[in-house]
């Protein structure tokens, strides 16, 4: 198994997909995600931040932007321990966003809040997986079950 961080989809298929409807009902994004040592900005500005420190800002944002979408942040945490399988390096940081469905983060991603705090994410990331998952119908916790409902009033 071959793994390509990307800061942004570039494979045209991919970016077809996400035009697509998607599945029914809530969506969890999750998302692997890789900081640079230091942020660099694309305009050029000096900047003391790492690229967590960058991304962080962005994280913030957004946090205040899903709930305009319907979505939510649901969880972040440093990676600390690969305690299974082998990876050349790996990612920092795992989150998690919740959206009412997929059409609700593509809508998120063209905003004018969303680029305008998305300067921060591409000076901080080097890369990331950003992995759209749903729930297994078998295991869904209590908590999940009541989050997934507020998802679905939101759509």
């Known amino acids: 198994m071959q793994v390509f961080n990307d800061v942004y989809p570039s494979d045209p298929a991919q970016i077809e997909a996400l035009r697509d409807k998607g599945p029914d009902g809530p969506v969890f994004m999750v998302n692997l995600l890789k900081f640079k ?6 305009d050029g500005r000096a900047t003391d931040l790492t690229g967590r420190e960058a991304y962080q800002i962005y994280g913030r944002a957004v946090t205040q932007i899903l709930p305009m979408f319907g979505g939510q942040a649901v969880f972040a945490a440093d990676v600390s321990f690969l305690s299974l399988g082998r990876v050349d390096d790996l ?3 795992v989150a998690i966003a919740a959206y009412p469905d997929r059409g609700a983060m593509v809508r998120m991603s063209f905003s004018s809040e969303w680029r305008e705090a998305a300067v921060h994410r591409t000076a901080g990331l080097k890369g990331q ?5 749903v729930l297994t119908p078998d295991f869904v916790p209590g908590w999940m079950a009541t989050l997934a409902q507020t998802m679905k009033t939101k759509a």
């Open 91 to 93: 990612w920092d940081e």
């Open 37 to 42: 040592d230091r942020a660099e900005y694309e």
């Open 129 to 133: 997986l950003n992995i759209e998952t």
